[in-house]
């Protein structure tokens, strides 16, 4: 199993590029998002910081401990709606509140846990979304890797494992990645039933 917070302690995080997902940036200036947005397994929390600097409540979980204090010195602002809190997304008694948000913002979350945790992962994001809340999602459908995290998933798993729960409203190849991610990820807008 990844040891997360010893990862951060140690400053082994390649997959931590200063900013905001270019995917997440492309999106968000296209189209208007509204709400309460969780974004699980944040990180330093350059997407929070961002989507909350676009005026959205945001909740930010992570399990490493490190990289939550890391998150909140460098963003954690009165001026912001943006809250980082240590919970396992996984947890079933993690205190999340059910139905409670808007929107679930997945970047490199569903992609570092491993496969066996995933079908918990679409029931967990279920939980916690209001009905007709929104599942804004960036998945590395179009990568090899045998030895993850990142564990790759393919469209056919993504539907099978939320299918039960959500609607698929659109499937797409993002323009902007960061450098090395492209063509790697595809984006998924998913609605709550
Ligand atoms: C590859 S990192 C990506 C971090 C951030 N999304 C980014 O792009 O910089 C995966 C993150 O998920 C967190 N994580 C792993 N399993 C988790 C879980 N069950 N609940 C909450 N966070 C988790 C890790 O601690 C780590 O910060």
Same mark, same amino acid.
């Given at each position: 199993m990844t040891d997360w917070d010893q990862l951060y302690r140690e400053k082994e995080?390649?997959?931590?590029?200063?900013? %905001?997902?270019p995917p997440l940036v492309e999106f968000v200036e296209k189209q208007s998002l509204s709400g309460q947005i969780l974004v699980p397994?944040?990180?330093?929390?350059h997407d929070a910081r961002y989507l909350a600097e676009q005026g959205y409540i945001v909740h930010a979980i992570d399990i490493s401990g490190t990289a939550l204090n890391r998150a909140r010195s460098l963003h954690e602002s009165k001026a912001l709606n943006l809250k980082f809190e240590k919970a396992n997304?996984?947890?079933?008694?993690?205190?999340l509140p059910h139905a409670h948000f808007d929107l679930l913002f997945e970047h490199t979350c569903f992609c570092a846990?491993? %496969?066996?945790d995933r079908a918990r992962y679409a029931q967990a994001a279920n939980q916690i979304l209001k009905p007709n809340g929104l599942l804004l999602g960036i998945f590395f459908t179009d990568m090899e890797n045998?030895?993850?995290?990142?564990y790759p998933s393919s469209r056919d798993e993504i539907r099978s494992l939320f299918s039960t729960y959500f609607d698929t409203l659109n499937v797409w190849k993002p323009e902007r990645s960061f450098p090395g991610r492209e063509g790697e990820e595809s984006m998924y807008l998913m609605r709550r039933l």
């Amino acid at each position: 199993m990844t040891d997360w917070d010893q990862l951060y302690r140690e400053k082994e995080t390649p997959w931590d590029r200063g900013e %905001p997902a270019p995917p997440l940036v492309e999106f968000v200036e296209k189209q208007s998002l509204s709400g309460q947005i969780l974004v699980p397994g944040c990180g330093i929390g350059h997407d929070a910081r961002y989507l909350a600097e676009q005026g959205y409540i945001v909740h930010a979980i992570d399990i490493s401990g490190t990289a939550l204090n890391r998150a909140r010195s460098l963003h954690e602002s009165k001026a912001l709606n943006l809250k980082f809190e240590k919970a396992n997304f996984l947890d079933e008694s993690n205190g999340l509140p059910h139905a409670h948000f808007d929107l679930l913002f997945e970047h490199t979350c569903f992609c570092a846990i491993d %496969p066996s945790d995933r079908a918990r992962y679409a029931q967990a994001a279920n939980q916690i979304l209001k009905p007709n809340g929104l599942l804004l999602g960036i998945f590395f459908t179009d990568m090899e890797n045998d030895d993850g995290p990142p564990y790759p998933s393919s469209r056919d798993e993504i539907r099978s494992l939320f299918s039960t729960y959500f609607d698929t409203l659109n499937v797409w190849k993002p323009e902007r990645s960061f450098p090395g991610r492209e063509g790697e990820e595809s984006m998924y807008l998913m609605r709550r039933l």
